[in-house]
């Protein structure tokens, strides 16, 4: 039996027209979209006039899983994930063990197929271990499934090494996903280098730490051809760098997270490690040049860099506890509010397409277009119902944002997943 969704709007991501339309879903497919379908013996689900979009993509998660199943697992990350309407997640290889084998990709992909919410797709490591020594097999990790390669949550810092990496991934067809970092000039930095460090006393980590990576590996690519794509840009000279490179013709993608958009450091107050992430929190100016990087094309992409901790490390001093927020259940609500509602910076049909059809056709993967005959992946949004956001409600066991208490509005209430219902709150 299919599902028949009736009274709802189809957001036409092109022109951002809401057209009234039902949509018949058959299997894993879609396959009718009209004004009026006439179609018996299937379930019906009244949409109560809310907005159809295509499921969301995040190219940027921490799944947890294998080794630190108790930040999160693979079920409760893809739960998280299909509560805030996505249907398709990408997840860093950062676990433990590292991704860096065959093995461990089939693992991940056998088990989201067992007991996920949403789509996962895994990257391969860069390094063996992501200890920026010696390459990984990429042809056996490309054949296991692997999307990409990076060696997320650490740069790698050998250029002779990045040099190598997108050599084979120039000839694999698969890009280099990085994590852009200069750690002679981070150091042991905690939080942005600038007025807020020097007040709070904390080390910081310069903006230049960034942007010298991005330009390094933005050469790199031009040099060897390979497919550059920049993880949670945050700092205005990186921003300028991928502008610049992709005006040169060279391959370079890049995607930001809605904290960086939405925060600064100036919240910090360096007690609460909540607002602990890496990349940090950085300026007013870095923030105003990722959303004019968003709105002018230079960053492709919004991915959330969903990174779950224990309540018991961040509760740990802000100097020692572990960078990262959650993002997958507030992302849409958070920049729906903030940038389409209030600001008024982007329109709707804007922001999901950044979040769909642009990360889609970006790594080639199915979706992010709501079709007849394509597959069926779809969010369904509340746009005029509004929330305050409270961890203690998330489906990930990760509680660490530093959104608690805020108001948003644009909740998803029906996430539909390779035809299959994966949350719902109709």
């Known amino acids: 039996m299919g599902i028949l969704l009736q009274n709802g709007k189809l957001l036409e991501l ?21 004004e009026r379908i006439e179609a018996a013996g299937h379930e019906t689900v009244n949409l109560n006039g809310h907005v159809i979009v295509p499921g969301f993509f995040d190219m940027h998660v921490h799944l947890r899983d294998p080794g630190f199943e108790y930040k999160e697992t693979i079920e409760t990350g893809t739960q998280a ?5 996505f249907t398709t997640v990408a997840c860093m290889p950062n676990t433990r063990p590292v991704l860096d084998k065959p093995e461990l990709l089939r693992y991940v992909y056998e088990k989201s197929q067992a007991v996920g919410f949403a789509r996962v797709y895994p990257y391969g490591a860069i390094t063996k271990g992501e200890r920026g020594e010696e390459l990984t097999d990429m042809d056996a990790l490309k054949e296991a499934g692997a999307i990409g390669f990076t060696d997320d949550g650490i740069g790698v810092q050998n250029a002779g090494m990045m040099r190598s990496a997108m050599e084979r991934a120039k000839e694999l067809g698969l890009p280099i996903v990085i994590h852009a970092e200069d750690e002679s000039l981070s150091g042991k930095g905690c939080m942005n280098e600038g007025e807020v460090s020097k007040r709070l006393g904390l080390p910081g980590i310069p903006g230049v730490a960034e942007s010298v990576h991005v330009a390094r590996d933005a050469l790199l690519a ?5 497919h550059l794509h920049v993880c949670h840009i945050s700092d205005a000279s990186a921003v300028d760098v991928v502008r610049w490179a992709k005006r ?3 391959r370079v993608t890049a995607e930001v997270t ?3 958009l939405l925060l600064t450091d100036e919240g910090i107050d360096g007690t609460d490690a909540n607002w602990k ?7 007013e100016k870095d923030r105003q040049a990722c959303l004019e990087g968003l709105l002018d094309g230079t960053i492709d992409m919004i991915a959330t860099d969903h990174a779950p901790h224990s309540e018991e490390e961040k509760k740990r001093a802000f100097q020692v506890a572990p960078f990262g927020f959650v993002g997958l259940e507030t992302a849409f609500p958070l920049l729906y509010t903030e940038l389409v509602e209030k600001a008024k910076l982007l329109s709707l049909h804007q922001l999901v397409q950044k979040m769909t059809a642009a990360p889609a056709a970006i790594f080639g993967v199915p979706g992010g ?18 929330r305050v956001i409270d961890p203690a409600e998330f489906a990930s066991k990760g509680r660490n944002t ?13 996430t539909i997943c390779n035809g299959r219902v994966t949350h719902n709150e109709l």
Do not use: Y
Not at 14 to 34: H, K
Not at 81 to 85: N, P
Not at 369 to 386: C, K, S, Y
């Open 14 to 34: 092109e022109s951002g027209e809401l057209l009234a339309r039902e949509v018949l879903i058959e299997g894993n497919q879609i396959t009718r979209i009209a």
């Open 81 to 85: 994930a299909a509560k805030g309407g």
């Open 222 to 226: 031009e040099l060897t051809g390979a």
């Open 248 to 250: 040169r013709g060279i």
């Open 258 to 260: 809605p904290h960086h």
């Open 277 to 283: 992430v890496n990349p940090p929190l950085r300026t």
């Open 369 to 386: 277009r709501v079709v007849e005959g394509g597959v069926a992946d779809l969010t369904v949004i509340d746009l005029q119902q509004e």
């Open 402 to 414: 530093p959104f608690a208490g805020w108001k948003a509005k644009g909740w998803p209430v029906l």
